[in-house]
């Protein structure tokens, strides 16, 4: 597995402002991804964090909004922009380790809830 | 649209009992499934990986796969109320070079003292 950290752990933040969030991991990975989590939901994908490149964003995602930078193997930031209080939530962000070499296993980080007022 | 599906619950047995968890799945060509935990407030924990048709025991745990009829379980023996929890099932296909993982809504299961 990874020990994988995420910063801050909570936050409550107002409306139209940004927030970053951190996730950093103690070995280097290839994949590295962002969910979001609302109360009693599953998990929801925001985007794959590419080393080097643009994230790959889902549908319902987008660049402007939730903007992600990857400079390494072992760090990621997402950022949650001009927030309003339907982005409260949970963001998650989870890392693929190769378990087999037929499939990855993801581990996720602790996790950050943001409430947005 | 890849779908995974998992009953809500929430599921009640009473300590020391089986607790049966299952899920389906919509491609035909997933290769990976697992199962996590995941506790009120917490992130999801991986607990359960298996990759072929039949049982995969671990301790307590003890994941089942069918690909033929798209089905993976999840067992849980002598259940405690400390495996009360979300369980969410994942399943994972090839998908556009690489993998995706999608995750079910999670089960939530009670094991009543």
């Known amino acids: 597995s990874a020990v994988i950290s995420q910063k801050p752990s909570r936050d409550i933040c107002q409306r139209g402002t940004s927030l970053t969030i951190q996730c950093q991991v103690d070995?280097?990975?290839?994949?590295m991804f962002w969910y979001r989590q609302q109360p009693g939901q599953s998990l929801t994908l925001i985007a794959t964090a590419n080393q080097g490149s643009e994230a790959t964003y889902e549908s319902g995602f987008v660049i402007d909004k939730f903007p992600i930078s990857r400079p390494n193997l072992t760090f990621s930031t997402l950022t949650v922009s001009n927030m309003s209080p339907e982005d409260s939530s949970i963001y998650l962000c989870?890392?693929?380790?190769?378990?087999?070499?037929?499939?990855?296993?993801?581990?996720f980080g602790p996790g950050t809830r943001l409430t947005v007022t | 649209q890849k779908e995974v599906e998992q009953n809500s619950g929430p599921l009640s047995v009473p300590e020391g009992a089986i607790a049966s968890l299952n899920c389906t799945y919509s491609d035909r060509g997933s290769q990976s499934f697992f199962w996590y935990r995941q506790y009120s407030g917490k992130s999801p924990e991986l607990i359960m990986s298996i990759y072929s048709n039949g049982d995969k025991e671990d301790g307590r745990f003890t994941a089942q796969l069918n690909k033929a009829s798209q089905y993976v379980s999840l067992l849980i023996r002598d259940s405690q109320p400390s495996d009360s929890a979300t369980y969410l099932c994942a399943v994972s296909s090839l998908w556009g070079g690489g993998f995706k993982t999608i995750f079910g809504a999670g089960t939530r299961l009670f094991v009543k003292a």
């Open positions: 070995s280097q990975v290839t994949m």
């Open positions: 989870s890392v693929e380790l190769d378990g087999t070499g037929v499939s990855y296993e993801q581990y």
